[in-house]
């Protein structure tokens, strides 16, 4: 294959290493018209729990990323249109829970789907490795387009070059278009956008992406019948439907949106496209060229070739695995997960705000869960300020020994699951349950630990570790 | 070094306890100076006449001022004890040794609680600022988690275990129903009992204590002084107190199926107290009942029954009002109700009326020739607890 390298090209700089998180439930979209009157559709959409937001979903996939990775990054970005905070930075919360050394730059860049794109086009031209991690809670009000074709999940993607670690997908050229036009918007704390007329952005954004696709092709110096695999995303259902149909690829060449059994995840969607379409070139000799298109206020494309390195990275957890996982979530729960259904909370009093200052004190425990372990050999969760040695135990897999379901806790979605776990090599640890149905825990399960949010007080999210069972490989 | 204890050296010479429940009527002032009233009554005494007070409360007020003020006590030492629901026995300790150290002649131990103010079902801890990473679960949920680990371990399958509990639970009711200062004096079936819904782990709302108002009192001397106030004063036999490091919530080596604080501090007061052979020494025991498990668990850890035999001895009736060894002839936590910083010296209170045969005939034990009786009072939760145990005897 012949491909030029573009002007702007840094040499084998591209993805190191990738992982898709999509969360456990799914919500039928059937369920929705039956409630709401209208709205829905067919297949599934993907539901991030209770317990998770855009920062924990984002440390999922991101743990995924860096399970095993070649290279640790020295930049974290972070990119959402649904953050947690503003005012503070969200990456933090991310940084915290993977453990990242301080002096690893934390960055948001939140608002809009571009802000995905652009921290991927930074990353692509920073001088270490980067990790890009987009996390996205997307939804609409009850029974519009935007419910059912919303989902939930994150995304992360390592960037560096070769001197940092084998490069699996190499970035051949980048485009950028940036057009001022007003299609979709939402105001701070609407759960819900607003749409201009859809004919008025499928126009724009036709032309955007056809710009943006040629200018990136070009500077590769690729054309179009050479691209394996063209990843079109955006917010704009039609016109991320009629750019790749109008690209001219064959239908095969278009990359699978998952629209039918996750939706879209928003920030989280060009990531998660992307990781997707990695591991299904895993089986394929190196040299495939992938387009990454994503629409969003323009248009930004990226050009990668894949490498001989691809075929030797096998993914933690494969998303197309994640997304035929999962179970399934009632509409009534989804609406009161997502606050559009105020339910009945527990007769308990609402846990208490966390102390800000303890939870900075204690932040290796609380947001990395790190132990301590003393001179008589227990594991200590939370550590001993008696302990010299430290023990990281958010990768720990671990054993139900015990467990109880307690319907008299307050809980933002009751029963708590309750487990004491014992960890393998070492350590116990009295957790609660997550994605799990109450009826369903056995003793002797195989549990591992995810990031949660535990509950929110006065605004603050109480972040902590939870307990969830055991991934298991096919 | 040692645990040498103060046997015979202090003296319980009067004692009071509230009506326990839902006391709408009464705020922690009414309660306290019912209970004291009570003691003060009984011991022949005048609150002048006390040297020194301890005020035991959970979280019903702070300082010993939440004494001071409504019985309106003026230069008298009054302090605030709190350790978990082990606070009113924390606050007869201090009291017996302050006046076994000489300090005092005589002391005031007074525990109270008003929990039913709080507009929730159920105990509710205050607040300590932390890190948002600590357990929110219930007592009730942790408390559930004994049954299936004992029954896993010596064989018991989870309907035995269901009856073994319930039977545990009726009794309690039944010896409830027979006391007028209980929080709950209705008898429940054993069919009934086992009938009810789960709410933590197989654990119903019949398997927990009743949380209630109430407050408990007692008046001590040293023994040699004991007779001036009453013909049949209890001599303290043992007092012992073990606080657990929780490393039970850490170990994988703790299974659930013991509390070894209360292992601990049962050595240490039998010891104290000279009892080698409890079930055969003791005329009756109060014991902490928070949970219908705690119960069956507390048998073998208090010496009563071999490890993994209690659930027969529940259930050939051991502990019955009639049995070899009546446990909470009272009723209990589960039916006396408990509030917090009340219910060790209301177990104290049972010992007071059962050993000097002042306890209502319809719930009076046959001691026979058995003159000692113990309360065991604990805090916290399985892996992480406090543990009190007391023995007292007629002299």
């Known amino acids: 294959m012949s491909v030029r390298a573009g002007a702007e090209r840094r040499p084998s700089r591209g993805i190191l290493s990738w992982a898709g998180y999509v969360p456990h439930y799914r919500l039928d979209r059937q369920a929705i018209a039956a409630v709401a009157g209208s709205g829905g559709g067919t297949g599934t959409r993907s539901v991030a729990s209770y317990d998770e937001d855009a920062v924990t979903l984002g440390v999922a996939a991101a743990r995924l990323a860096l399970a095993g990775a070649p290279a640790q990054p020295r930049e974290l970005w972070f990119a959402t249109t649904d953050p947690p905070y503003l005012d503070r930075t969200n990456a933090t919360a991310v940084h915290a ?307 109880t379901v307690d319907r008299l806790a307050y809980s933002p979605s009751p029963p708590v699951v309750f487990a004491v776990v014992d960890f393998d090599g070492g350590g116990r640890l009295p957790v609660e349950l997550t994605d799990v149905r109450a009826d369903e825990v056995r003793i002797g399960d195989r549990v591992e630990l995810t990031f949660r949010r535990l509950s929110t007080a006065e605004g603050i999210r109480n972040y902590f570790w939870k307990a969830r069972p055991a991934w298991k490989e096919d | 070094m040692g645990s040498h204890g103060i046997r015979d050296r202090v003296a319980i010479v009067g004692m009071g306890c509230t009506r326990f429940g839902e006391r709408w009527d009464c705020g922690v002032d009414e309660l306290l100076l019912e209970a004291t009233g009570e003691a003060f009554e009984s011991a022949g005494l005048a609150k002048d006449d006390v040297d020194a007070y301890w005020l035991g409360t959970a979280q019903s007020g702070m300082s010993g001022m939440t004494l001071s003020r409504p019985l309106r006590l003026r230069d008298r030492p009054v302090t605030r004890v709190e350790n978990y629901c082990a606070t009113g026995s924390e606050a007869l300790r201090q009291a017996a040794y302050a006046v076994a150290s000489g300090a005092y002649d005589v002391a005031m131990a007074v525990g109270v609680e008003k929990v039913k103010d709080s507009g929730y079902q159920g105990l509710n801890s205050f607040p300590i600022p932390g890190d948002g990473t600590q357990r929110t679960l219930t007592a009730a949920a942790m408390f559930s988690m004994v049954a299936p680990a004992y029954g896993r371990r010596y064989g018991v399958s989870d309907e035995e275990m269901r009856l073994v509990l319930a039977r545990i639970a009726a009794k309690n009711h039944a010896n409830g129903a027979r006391n007028p200062r209980a929080q709950f004096r209705k008898e429940m079936s054993v069919e009934r009992l086992c009938a009810m819904p789960a709410v933590a782990g197989g654990l119903s709302v019949f398997d927990c204590a009743g949380v209630a108002d109430g407050a408990a009192a007692a008046i001590v001397v040293r023994a040699e002084d004991a007779r001036r106030y009453t013909e049949r004063p209890l001599l303290i036999k043992a007092l012992s107190f073990v606080a657990g490091d929780g490393s039970g919530l850490m170990d994988p080596a703790y299974d659930y199926t013991t509390f070894p604080e209360v292992a601990a501090s049962a050595r240490d007061a039998y010891a104290q107290a000279g009892v080698t052979a409890p079930a055969e020494e003791l005329a009756m025991a109060e014991v902490h009942d928070c949970f219908t498990p705690a119960e069956l668990v507390l048998m073998e850890d208090l010496g009563f029954a071999e490890r993994g035999s209690a659930w027969k001895q529940v259930l050939a009736g051991s502990y019955d009002l009639d049995g070899a060894l009546p446990v909470n002839p009272d009723g209990g936590l589960k039916s006396f109700g408990h509030p917090v910083g009340a219910s060790g010296l209301r177990m104290m209170f049972e010992a007071w009326l059962q050993l000097r045969g002042e306890a209502p005939p319809e719930r009076r034990i046959s001691p026979g020739i058995r003159s000692l009786a113990l309360t065991q009072n604990l805090g916290g939760y399985p892996g992480e607890m406090v543990s009190f145990v007391s023995i007292l005897g007629l002299a």
């Open chain 1, 97 to 403: 829970a993977l453990r990242l050394d301080r002096t690893v730059a934390a960055y948001d860049a939140v608002g809009s789907v571009r802000s995905a794109a652009g921290a991927l086009r930074a990353a692509t031209r920073a001088p270490g490795p980067v990790l890009v991690v987009g996390a996205d809670l997307r939804g609409g009000l009850p029974g519009g387009p935007d419910e059912a074709a919303g989902g939930d999940g994150a995304a992360a993607l390592l960037v560096g070059s070769e001197a940092d670690a084998p490069v699996v997908a190499e970035v051949l050229a980048t485009a950028s278009v940036t057009e001022e036009f007003l299609d979709r918007w939402r105001l701070p704390g609407e759960p819900a956008s607003r749409l201009w007329e859809e004919r008025f952005g499928e126009t724009h954004y036709g032309a955007l992406g056809a710009e943006a696709l040629k200018l990136a092709l070009d500077k590769a110096g690729a054309a179009p019948e050479q691209v394996r695999y063209l990843v079109v995303a955006g917010l704009h259902g039609r016109a991320v439907h009629s750019v790749a149909a109008a690209s001219g690829l064959a239908a095969e060449r278009i990359a699978d949106r998952m629209e039918q059994a996750i939706g879209n995840a928003g920030a989280a969607q060009p990531g998660l496209l992307l990781a997707a379409t990695l591991e299904r070139l895993g089986s394929e000799p190196p040299g495939q060229l992938v387009v990454l298109l994503v629409l969003a206020d323009g248009a930004d494309a990226f050009v990668l070739r894949t490498t001989g390195a691809l075929a030797g990275h096998r993914p933690a957890r494969p998303v197309a695995a994640q997304v035929s996982a999962g179970g399934p979530v009632g509409y009534g729960t989804y609406l009161a997960w997502r606050g559009l259904l105020p339910v009945e909370p527990p007769r308990r009093p609402r846990p208490a705000r966390p102390s800000s200052s303890a939870a900075s004190r204690n932040r290796a425990w609380k947001f990395g869960l790190v132990g301590s372990r003393g001179e008589d050999g227990l594991v200590r969760m939370p550590p001993s300020p008696l302990d010299t040695a430290v023990v990281p135990m958010a990768d720990a897999a671990g054993t139900i020994v015990t467990f």
